[in-house]
């Protein structure tokens, strides 16, 4: 029996960001990182299995949905984007300490677009517009329905579109970023093994329960198929799509009736030099009528290991795993007395998206190549490869009553019992680590984060504030983290430079 005061399960982008927290804050608590596979950062927070995007709100027509009367709500796109900013925080603090090294191997400058076609998107992406370039964290956004101006900004998309008369409009954000999160959360997990935290790759967590004050955690070497016990006084379950289960196993009150519900994606990958010539951009368009939000196509620049690359997707998929690297039986081992009632129910209720799953799965490489074909118009299917992504676990709980699949977001759950937390969900995900890690912070150490605010407002200057209403420390901090992270300082404050 080995006990710490700490331990993080799982290997990903959240794990690594609360444990440089509690490393600052803390110094002397002892944290161990336990990975079930043999590398780190390989489920959803590698570059393959996420978008990459640094979502900021600057594109995402799902962060601004339209109400019923006729008016947009920008309010996703705010919060999102004040998350972002959190990140990029931590990161260029971390940057400026050396910690990092090279910024440029996992964040770079790449404009944000987002595209409109048909009456009804084009009147959607101008409201967003409209809704948005007076605010400060949205500076320098950019609106045209002039087809010379797109083909400039976009040649790969517009450069050759014939004229149709279907109605179009793009607007730009030039201070868009991607991230290769797989690198950075590398790089993070390198900085606290040299920090004295203890990380551990291979090594599965088979259960998790309470034991006296503590949390006793089951866990196998999958090396040496060797189990033994480890305890800690707070346990962290950033295990993706394995959270639910360790949660279930722990007999916490507050999920017994949770269920999940795997979703998979595909994209389109190429990365002919003459196609990445003519696209420099992370370009995000609406969904299709009666397609859920999580549909949402989008054309992306990607650098990958150093690598750039040319996605588009999803195209959603099935498997009953958990994770990427799970197993067939992930699903059904799930599935209890305690939550089939609440899957069954959420099962009548999003009737919807089980036939879009099903159009989805049916759908053939032609039906593929014309969803591409509305971003690319002379695509062809011999420049493209089909890739499968990460898996995601959606939630699925009691709302009102009725079994419902709650939204597509990160939920962080504590036990009642304190001494525990857990990530579950997915989108923005990686994006807002900083945030949803500042949280769980505050949810599970309530009464020692006022003694910890100090030292976390050193790495992060506007946390506990908003950046909305203080255009000075916004553009500090804009400007100071393009600076260290490599970025066009020109991009990070386009309104000014025109």
């Known amino acids: 029996m080995t006990d710490y005061d700490v331990v993080l399960v799982g290997g990903g982008i959240m794990s690594a960001t609360l444990g440089v927290l ?49 008016s947009i709500d920008v309010g996703s796109a705010i919060a999102v984007n004040e998350q972002f900013q959190l990140s990029r925080q931590l990161w260029a603090r971390l940057a400026e300490e050396g910690t990092l090294g090279d910024p440029a191997g996992f964040i770079r400058t790449v404009p944000h677009y987002g595209f409109a076609h048909g009456d009804a998107g084009v009147a959607h992406l101008r409201l967003r517009y409209e809704a948005l370039r007076g605010h400060p964290l949205f500076d320098g956004m950019e609106f045209t329905r002039d087809r010379d101006v797109m083909a400039r900004w976009l040649p790969l998309m517009f450069g050759h579109r014939p ?64 189990d033994h016990d480890v305890r800690a006084g707070f346990v962290f379950l950033g295990a993706g799509g394995g959270t639910l289960p360790l949660l279930q196993s722990a007999g916490v009150a507050e999920t017994r009736a949770y269920g999940g519900f795997p979703i998979s994606g595909r994209f389109l990958r190429t990365s002919r030099p003459e196609l990445l010539a003519r696209h420099h951009a992370k370009v995000y368009s609406h969904a299709e009528p009666g397609a859920p939000s999580l ?128 990530l579950l969900g997915a989108s923005p995900g990686a994006s807002a680590s900083v945030a949803i890690m500042l949280d769980v912070l505050e949810r599970a150490f309530p009464d020692r984060v006022p003694d910890w605010r100090p030292a976390l407002r050193t790495l992060l200057p506007s946390y506990g504030t908003s950046l909305s209403g203080q255009p000075e420390l916004l553009r500090e901090t804009a400007l100071r983290t393009a600076a260290a992270l490599g970025l066009d300082e020109t991009a990070a404050h386009g309104a000014e430079h025109g």
């Open 22 to 70: 509690l490393r600052r804050v803390q110094p002397d608590w002892s944290i161990l990182v336990l990975e079930r596979l043999d590398g780190l950062g390989l489920e959803s927070s590698s570059a393959w299995n996420n978008a990459g995007t640094g979502h900021a709100g600057l594109c995402e027509f799902n962060y601004t949905p339209l109400l019923g009367d006729g």
């Open 295 to 422: 549909s949402v196509p989008h054309l992306d620049t990607r650098v990958v290991d150093g690598r750039a690359y040319l996605m588009f997707g999803p195209f959603a998929a099935f498997s009953p795993r958990f994770l990427k690297r799970g197993r067939l039986s992930d699903l059904p081992r799930s599935v209890n007395r305690r939550n089939l009632g609440t899957l069954l129910g959420a099962a009548r209720g999003n009737a919807g998206l089980l036939r879009y799953l099903v159009g989805q799965l049916a759908q053939t490489r032609r039906g593929r190549l014309r969803a591409l074909r509305r971003f690319v118009p002379d695509a062809r299917a011999a420049d493209w490869e089909l890739v499968t992504a990460g898996q995601r676990v959606q939630v699925v709980k009691r709302v009102n009553g009725r079994g419902s699949i709650a939204g597509f977001g990160t939920e962080v759950v504590t036990s009642a019992h304190g001494g525990l937390a857990a």
């Open 163 to 226: 004229d149709d008369g279907e109605q179009v409009a793009v607007c730009r954000t030039r201070a868009g970023t991607d991230v290769d999160y797989g690198v950075l959360t590398r790089r993070l997990f390198d900085a606290l093994a040299r920090d004295g935290v203890e990380v551990r790759t291979g090594h599965e967590v088979r259960s998790l329960t309470r034991d006296d004050r503590r949390w006793r955690l089951r866990v196998r070497d999958r090396q040496g198929a060797d």
